[in-house]
């Protein structure tokens, strides 16, 4: 794999990889430490080749053991700890793993072997040769497996493979800054594909990834004598740490001296914030990029131009980067023709990774082969083209994003209907300009509770926690007597939202 020969090169120089809090690493440290942990699995796995299941959030450990596995020939799969044990181990049992590296909050059951931070620390300490190249992750062998939100409730697994990322990787370079090194923002948890923006770019390119981990977002006071310190030339996010970040006058270039570009992907990104970069950052390129886990990372690209944030229409996603090829396509599976003809954007190309893990049902509905032997994905995503560039018009479905999460409407409503006393669940998103601002959630009880409205609200959220991550946690809780329907006798979500609206639930 190119990222992890980079590695080795680099390891070969004084260049800083990781930069998290006090700690730092430089690319010899996480070459050798890696590689201790790749000896330990071969060592203690044999043949087995189960992926590893990695609990935690930017512990300097957590990069180490993905790339150890990585290096021992095994994928990974991370999982944040946003997300609650009990979701924990619905993922952790999809893929069976032999070995499941908790950095603290999981405390799985089963078979796996449980490394907790304090052994890991032991293991990544070890002497141990360089892990051969030829046990590497390769070619169609799989990396990663995310897991994200999925319609039934149960999240799913996009396994991404080594091909699948290095045909990111060369796509997304003329995006990056032209020299090698500089210093890249690492917030974004290892559990969303936009990482990679991060790990896979960054360190083949000689970056140093600069990490912000949730408890620095909490205060903007620690957030930014960090950020003041980073020596950030590259910032990676979604638009909505961003736009929490210009919430504060102190975000401005005298704050990032050094950041020549925002590179942005995951959702929506509002003309407000560009125009809010614009001003504070006169000096930085702002780039909006598209893609969705399934296509690997991203596969549009655009430098949002001064007549862009003028226009009226949505800020672009961009035009496709090398190797991706876009289709827009109806609902009977022709290419829309034209100039600002809305249809479904399908993915095709080398960056399309090979479906759901274990799911050949919902594999087939969502990927396929062309008669020219090219990958293809649907991405359920409405959009036009004008000029070459693509512009994002919302979904076809009920996926939606939050705050840059990617979350299934159904899978909010079947986690609700686990908790004790709720018969129903309808739950609505509530937008706030562009973007969702957060769900409302509509309940109907097995019986009354006889709690007001307030207490009912704190307990199911307190309860909802155990199955679903704080994200994905709707804002607000209602109690109704029955559903409204609409003609097809389905729960009129519609009526639900304009009730909402009104105040009148
Ligand atoms: P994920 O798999 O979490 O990366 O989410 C992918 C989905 O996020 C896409 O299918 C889109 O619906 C949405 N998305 C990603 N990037 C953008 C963008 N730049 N603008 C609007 N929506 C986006």
């Avoid at 690492?186 to 981990?213: E, K, P």
Wanted: net charge negative; aromatic share 8%.
């Amino acid at each position: 794999m190119f990222m992890l020969e980079k590695l080795k090169e680099y390891a070969r120089t004084p260049a800083v990889a990781l930069v998290n809090g006090e700690e730092s690493l430089s690319y010899r440290e996480l070459d050798a430490r890696s590689d201790a942990f790749a000896a330990w699995l071969r060592e203690n796995c044999g043949e087995d080749r189960s992926p590893v299941v990695i609990y935690g959030e930017k512990e300097t450990g957590f990069l180490c053991c993905l790339l150890g596995a990585l290096k021992s020939g095994r994928a990974y799969v991370p999982v944040d700890r946003a997300v609650p044990p009990d979701r924990a181990a619905r993922i952790a049992a999809e893929v069976s793993p032999r070995v499941i590296v908790d950095f603290g909050g999981f405390a799985p059951e089963g078979d796996a072997l449980v490394l907790d931070a304090g052994a890991v620390g032991e293991i990544l300490a070890q002497d141990a040769p360089p892990a051969p190249r030829e046990g590497w992750v390769s070619g169609e062998d799989v990396v990663y497996i995310l897991f994200t939100s999925g319609s039934t409730g149960q999240p799913k697994g996009v396994p991404i493979t080594a091909d699948n990322l290095e045909s990111f990787c060369r796509g997304v370079l003329p995006w990056y800054p032209r020299e090698e090194g500089g210093v890249v923002l690492h917030q974004i948890s290892y559990s969303f594909d936009v990482s990679g923006c991060a790990v896979y770019v960054g360190l083949s390119r000689g970056m140093t990834l600069f990490t912000v981990d949730k408890e620095m977002t909490r205060e903007y006071s620690r957030l930014f004598e960090a950020l003041g310190s980073s020596g950030l030339t590259l910032w990676a996010s979604t638009p909505s740490f961003a736009e929490l970040c210009v919430q504060s006058e102190r975000f401005r270039e005298e704050l990032l001296p050094e950041l020549g570009e925002f590179l942005f992907c995951g959702e929506v990104l509002t003309h407000t914030l560009c125009d809010a970069l614009a001003e504070r950052f006169p000096r930085a390129r702002v780039v909006n990029t598209y893609g969705p886990t399934e296509a690997t990372v991203l596969v549009t690209a655009a430098e949002i131009t001064p007549e862009m944030r003028r226009n009226s229409r949505s800020i672009p996603i961009g035009r496709p980067i090398e190797g991706a090829l876009l289709r827009l396509v109806d609902g009977e599976g022709r290419e829309v023709p034209g100039e600002d003809a809305p249809g479904e954007l399908h993915i095709l190309g080398p960056s399309v990774g090979p479906g759901y893990f274990g799911r050949p049902d919902l594999t087939e509905k969502a990927f396929y082969t062309d008669p020219s032997g090219l990958r293809g994905y649907r991405t359920g995503d409405l959009c036009c083209r004008r000029d070459g560039l693509y512009y994002y018009q919302g979904r076809i479905d009920n996926q939606l994003k939050l705050s840059g999460f990617r979350v299934e409407v159904e899978d909010v409503e079947q986690n609700l209907q686990k908790l004790p006393n709720v018969a129903r669940a309808a739950v609505v998103p509530v937008w706030e300009g562009e973007k969702v601002g957060y769900l409302a959630a509509f309940l109907l009880l097995q019986e009354p509770d006889g709690l007001t409205p307030l207490k009912r609200a704190i307990r199911m959220k307190k309860e909802a926690a155990r199955f679903l991550p704080g994200y994905m946690i709707p804002r607000k809780i209602l109690v109704v007597e029955s559903f409204p329907l609409n003609v097809n006798g389905k729960i009129d979500k519609k009526e639900l939202a304009r009730r909402l609206e009104e105040g009148t639930p």
